[in-house]
């Protein structure tokens, strides 16, 4: 089978400092895989690279086989990648209802129409409605995105980020800056909506990673320097020098 | 007419509710259109109510751009005036070539001008949003209005195009000779364009446009590439300011380089704003606001222009919602029924403010004159000041001074009312 993502010698240079370096990564279909390291590893400008939201200096990406490094964000999109961002990206001004809305909008088919009502669609609205009701917003539904609270914002970013059905789905940080309670509510909700898709999670907490992933890639420097079960990563020497070495103790 | 942002089936008797309350409010509309000139029948009220109907048109354009999809343009009178031309060039050429043409469908021509330019220019425009997007405009504006005196085979030079509107052929057996005819006319194309401008915004285009609006980064990773939504948004704004420009060129039987101008441009941008860019409704208010102004202002004081700036920067610092935002912002108040203890204090804090007001219109008409070398007397609310009596400045002093002291403390208490008025009503369930 073909690996969901597959990244081959990606390099990204910013002038002369290279951010990322020999990037090597594969992450199975329907796995759970995060990518954990130290600050200013690299984390985010690996999801970047991924998601095509910066383009890499050499090397290339896979989804599916299909190589996107170079392709535009929107049409990684459509090919099935969808992400969150580690600061809030919600759209302010509009509803909860309105920013599923427009998530549904591509993946239904309906494109730049503009001679149709969009009110009047009913897989759009069903759709709408059923993550609505996933990510447990439904009560919120027509308050502005900007004056939900901070954890009601991280959920609606889940909600928009799989509502277009991306089989391969990434997550920032999703539960940075959020309470204990507010953690355990949201990684349930990532494991029950990510079921049947590939996700890949960047995640500081170190409970929730261990708890969600099979598979953890460790990112020092722009270099994975170890790859495996959560077991293997606890028990590799490497690891626990570079970065758990420093938070575990 | 709901807001823009706002449209969620609700329980279906709450809805049936609704519409009945949007159709109503539309049809009312129309009710007024028709009714307006029948009441009002002098022929400078029909002149107006027609400029006004223009400037409606031309403002919901606009707002297309400023506020749906988030684009600030300084040159939308290029689409405009482009449309002007187009249709005095249609108009002229089918009086000679005797097309069967008659004079209702011209606008439609004039909206293909504006909208053949926009696809023109649009793709390289739109490229990026935000500063770039409004400079490039300004560009644009100033590119086409220069060229307007350049191209005199086109444009017709300082002279413009003229053109003969009863010599199309008659529709209806109306002539459009009489004001009345045009007006209805204009009232007409009001109508169908506003129903086609709500209209699209509630399309997926334009619901994504919003989106693109608040946030294109987050649009990409839904699907969509910004560039193609601004794009199409941009050529719809052409569109509909090319109808406006059109009906314009109907009402005036020319066309000239002022319609393109940057004047133009930077009136329909202060229509707009002033009318409030969240809401539908807002541009419209803003066009009839500013209209009225431009109308009645010049026959009043020879510097309209410097109030017209006084109430744009008055808008921007005090109420950057607009006129529809202040009438809006009233709405969870009077849903909770609470908007009546807020009322007291407006009373109040009005007395200082029309005070000031008249005490800066004072110091304004006093230095005008001065600097004019004028000397006829002032005429406030039917009270004359003579310009070069000290009784006036001290006066003016007086007012202006004890006016902004007394209206800070007094718009001060406003605020405290509405604090608690508003609470109440978000207690009560009723969000802003």
């Known amino acids: 089978m073909t690996a969901a993502i597959e990244v081959r010698a990606v390099e990204k240079r910013f002038g002369n400092v290279g951010i990322i370096r020999d990037l090597n990564l594969s992450i199975a279909q329907g796995e759970r895989h995060a990518i954990i390291g130290p600050n200013g590893a690299g984390k985010s400008t690996t999801f970047n690279l991924i998601s095509g939201h910066i383009k890499p200096t050499s090397g290339e990406v896979r989804l599916n086989g299909d190589v996107i490094s170079g392709l535009q964000p929107f049409e990684i999109n459509r090919r099935g990648l969808s992400r969150s961002f580690q600061v809030t990206n919600v759209f302010a001004r509009m509803t909860v209802w309105e920013n599923v809305r427009c998530a549904v909008l591509w993946a239904t088919g309906h494109r730049y129409a503009f001679w149709k009502n969009v009110d009047s669609l009913p897989e759009v609205r069903e759709r709408t409605a059923r993550i609505l009701e996933d990510i447990h917003l439904t009560h919120r539904r027509d308050v502005p995105a900007g004056l939900l609270t901070y954890a009601e914002q991280r959920e609606l970013e889940i909600g928009i980020t799989i509502a277009g059905g991306a089989t391969v789905v990434m997550l920032d940080e999703p539960t940075a800056g959020m309470s204990h309670a507010e953690t355990e509510r949201a990684v349930s909700l990532i494991r029950r909506l990510t079921e049947g898709r590939t996700l890949v999670i960047v995640e500081h ?11 953890i890639s460790v990112l020092v420097y722009g270099h994975i320097i170890a790859s495996g079960t959560p077991e293997e990563i606890r028990r590799d020497p ?7 070495g420093e938070e575990a103790h | 007419m709901t807001t823009a942002t706002t449209s969620v089936s609700g329980p ?44 409606i048109v031309f403002a919901l354009s606009y707002n297309i751009l400023l506020g749906q999809t988030g684009l600030l343009s300084f040159g939308h009178a290029v689409h405009y005036g482009l449309g002007g031309f187009t249709a005095c060039h249609v ?84 002539t459009f000779g009489p004001q009345i005819q045009v007006y209805y006319l204009i009232a007409f194309w009001l109508v169908v364009s506003a129903i086609a401008m709500y209209a699209l915004t509630r399309t997926p285009l334009g619901r994504i446009s919003n989106a693109v609006r608040d946030n294109p980064e987050r649009v990409q990773f839904i699907g969509y590439d910004p560039h193609v939504v601004r794009y199409l948004a941009y050529c719809f704004a052409g569109f509909f300011a090319g109808i406006a420009g059109g009906l314009a060129a109907i009402s005036f ?75 809006m912002m009233h709405r969870p108040l009077l849903r909770a029924g609470t908007l009546w203890t807020v009322i007291p ?73 509405w604090d608690r008025a508003a609470t109440v009503a978000r207690d009560r369930g009723y969000l802003a």
């Open chain 1, 205 to 215: 907490d170190m409970s929730v990673v261990f708890g969600l992933a099979d598979r």
């Open chain 1, 238 to 244: 490497k690891v626990r020098e570079a970065y758990l």
């Open chain 2, 12 to 55: 279906a008797a709450n809805a049936a509710g609704e519409n009945l309350r949007f159709y109503g409010v539309w049809l009312a509309g129309m009710v007024v259109l028709i009714v307006l000139p029948l009441v009002f029948s002098s022929g400078g009220s029909l002149t107006s109510f027609s400029l006004i109907g223009i400037a």
């Open chain 2, 91 to 174: 108009m002229n050429a089918i009086v000679s070539h005797g097309w069967p043409i008659p004079l209702p469908f011209i606008p439609l021509f004039g909206g293909l001008g504006g909208l053949g330019f926009a696809i023109l220019v649009g793709w390289l425009m739109t490229k990026r949003a935000g500063t770039v997007f409004a400079m490039i405009s300004l560009g644009i504006g100033e590119l086409v209005a220069s060229s307007s005196l350049i191209l005199r085979s086109v444009f017709g030079g300082e002279a413009g195009i003229t053109t003969d509107r009863t010599a199309l052929p008659r529709m209806f057996g109306w």
């Open chain 2, 253 to 327: 039987e020319i066309a000239n380089s002022a319609y393109l101008g940057a004047i133009q441009s930077g009136l329909v941008l202060f229509a707009t704003f002033i009318g409030g860019t969240a809401y539908f409704f807002g541009p419209i208010l803003g066009a009839i606001l500013v209209t009225y102004l431009q109308l009645g202002l010049t026959s009043v004081t020879s510097v309209w222009q410097l109030y017209f700036g006084i109430i744009f920067i008055g808008i921007v610092m005090f109420s950057p919602g607009g006129i529809a935002g202040l009438v």
């Open chain 2, 345 to 417: 204090s407006y009373l109040v804090a009005i007395v200082p403010t029309v005070a000031l007001g008249c005490g800066v219109i004072l110091v304004i008409e006093t230095i005008a004159r001065h600097s004019g070398g004028e000397a006829n007397a002032i005429n406030l609310f039917g009270i004359a000041f003579n310009p070069k009596s000290p009784a006036t400045w001290i006066a003016a002093a007086v007012l202006v001074a004890g006016g902004s002291v007394i209206a800070r403390l007094t718009w001060r208490r406003v605020g405290e009312a």
